[in-house]
Nanobody, 129 residues
Framework: QLQLAESGGGLVQPGGSLRLSCAASGFTPGYYYAIGWFRQAPGKEREGISCMQTSNGNTYYSDSVRGRFTISRDGAKKTVYLQMNSLKPEDTAVYYC?????????????????????WGPGTQVTVSS
């Protein structure tokens, strides 16, 4: 059973940066998962903001974060990262990482369709002065 755990959230001032980490365990050997970052602000629907196909490295970013956030992974550490720069108050949300098991359509499909077979418990990010 794949398990995910986010870390790195916290309080940051507008314009600041944070790096979120998602540590994974329990991979099925030979499976190429898609990994994504999602967020949910109070009173709003969950939003897929950045997803990656680990089989080919293809990535997707939502319009709300493109150019400010970067998804990356360290295969040896089985960890996926989300580097968040130029943070805005509207980025305040609980951030979740998720994994989608094969067959994978695309990174975009995972994010737009909020597809995840496995989810972490989430980490709070608050952007405020």
């Amino acid at each position: 059973q794949l398990q995910l755990a986010e870390s790195g959230g916290g309080l940051v001032q507008p314009g600041g940066s944070l790096r979120l980490s998602c540590a994974a365990s329990g991979f099925t050997p030979g499976y190429y998962y898609a990994i994504g970052w999602f967020r949910q602000a109070p009173g709003k629907e969950r939003e897929g903001i950045s997803c990656m196909q680990t089989s080919n490295g293809n990535t997707y970013y939502s319009d709300s974060v493109r150019g400010r956030f970067t998804i990356s992974r360290d295969g040896a550490k089985k960890t996926v990262y989300l580097q968040m720069n130029s943070l805005k108050p509207e980025d305040t949300a609980v951030y979740y990482c998720a994994a989608e098991a094969p067959p994978i359509t695309s990174a975009q499909a995972m994010c737009v369709g909020i597809r995840g077979d496995y989810w972490g418990p989430g980490t709070q990010v608050t952007v405020s002065s």
